[in-house]
């Protein structure tokens, strides 16, 4: 694995207080940015820490033990959160993934997944309430988080090989601990499940096909994400990218595979099925093929700063609003205002050649706002 590692800017501190429209009005749920892209995801970060140091989001030559991660009084509360995201919910967010960091350290999380369970659409509905885990510690918390409304789980998983895998998690994390916890999700009702595999060419991609192998027919979807130059301490490196097109390629050799059809507007993954029924694998072209012509993501980060594209450099400070004692038409004339103007394409930008950053400014790391 590469040394290569960038220093750390501290985008925590680079923010702008929303301003407030000069006319108030309601929220209708239809919500679209300048592109035309309607909001309908938001990913919350609810902490900046992790057990892990994966190489491609927070190495450990960076994030070491003198590293200074946010003190608890800069966190949003949970009831911060909750009144965040009924405003989104009333724009039209229809799904909440709770991020990290890795979101599992995060105490009595069960008691916020039990708050934004009640929250309902305009149309009465009830949200898609994910969450996405490192599974460190899914094997004992699996049947709370299920019994407290969380619906699904997408754990993150770089290879079935035990020596390959503490390599990649960099901290000797066993593999055997992080399949007890896709198991005890399964069994806890936590589905469908969703594992998520980084591919490194040359440091991981052996694994592919024994990734494959496991988890074909067991119910659980397997992706693959091309190593994406987010945040600007990893080192990244195009020839490190091996490309979907690659990684279908391979499993193609070994089984008969048919496309799917997307299952959702604004969906990333590229779907392919096993011939013979026995599930269905994704692609993440995050860096090969630009997904950002129909991305209704928004990411909130640990302490309360929004972001409208993952390669994002700068936040706007929600939390500031909320604590300067913000109306809920304050927060929804606020956030109206942020998405109505957002017209982020990094990604088709990255892929023409052009970039989207001034001198001295650096992309918000992973850790921060969550994949």
């Not at 350290?105 to 069960?110: E, K, M, N, Q, T």
């Not at 130059?229 to 391979?250: F, H, Q, Y």
């Not at 072209?285 to 928004?298: H, K, L, P, Y």
């Amino acid at each position: 694995m590469s040394d290569k590692v960038i220093p750390l800017l501290d985008q925590r501190r680079v923010h702008a207080v929303p301003a407030l429209p000069s006319q108030l009005l309601a929220p209708t749920g239809l919500l679209s940015d300048a592109l035309g892209r309607p909001l309908r995801d938001l990913r919350i970060s609810v902490t900046d820490r992790c057990n892990f140091r994966c190489g491609y989001c927070m190495p450990k030559q960076v994030f070491d033990k003198q590293y200074e991660f946010l003190p608890h009084s800069d966190l949003l509360s949970f009831e911060e959160i909750t009144r965040l995201a009924r405003v989104f919910v009333a724009h039209g967010v229809q799904k909440i993934r709770l991020t990290g960091g890795e979101p599992l350290l995060r105490r009595h999380l069960d008691a916020l997944i039990e708050m934004l369970s009640e929250i309902r659409t305009p149309e009465g509905l009830p949200l898609d309430l994910t969450l996405t885990t490192n599974g460190s510690l899914l094997a004992r918390k699996a049947a709370s988080l299920k019994a407290a409304g969380l619906q699904r789980v997408t754990v993150s998983l770089d290879g079935l090989d035990d020596a390959v895998f503490q390599r990649m998690n960099d901290v000797g994390f066993p593999v055997a601990d992080v399949v007890a916890g896709i198991e005890a999700a399964s069994k806890a009702g936590l589905g469908p499940i969703k594992v998520n595999m980084v591919v490194k060419r040359g440091v991981n991609d052996q694994e592919i096909l024994p990734m494959a192998r496991h988890f074909r027919g067991s119910g659980v979807t397997l992706r693959f994400i091309e190593y994406m130059d987010v945040g600007a301490t990893n080192g990244w490196r195009m020839d490190e990218v091996l490309p979907s097109s690659s990684v279908l390629a391979r499993l193609r050799e070994k089984f008969d595979m048919q496309p799917l059809s997307a299952s959702v507007a604004g969906e990333t993954a590229e779907r392919w099925s096993y011939a013979d029924g026995q599930g269905e694998i994704g692609l993440i072209s995050s860096v090969t093929q630009a997904f950002c012509g129909d991305c209704n993501r928004a990411r909130l980060s640990t302490e309360g700063k929004l972001y409208t594209c993952l390669f994002a450099h700068r936040g706007h400070d929600l939390r500031a609003l909320l604590r300067g004692g913000a109306s809920e038409a304050d927060l929804s004339g606020a956030i109206g205002l942020l998405w109505g103007a957002r017209a982020d394409r990094y990604s088709q930008l990255r892929a023409s050649g052009a970039t989207t950053l001034g001198d001295g400014e650096r992309r918000v790391e992973m850790h921060y706002i969550g994949g």
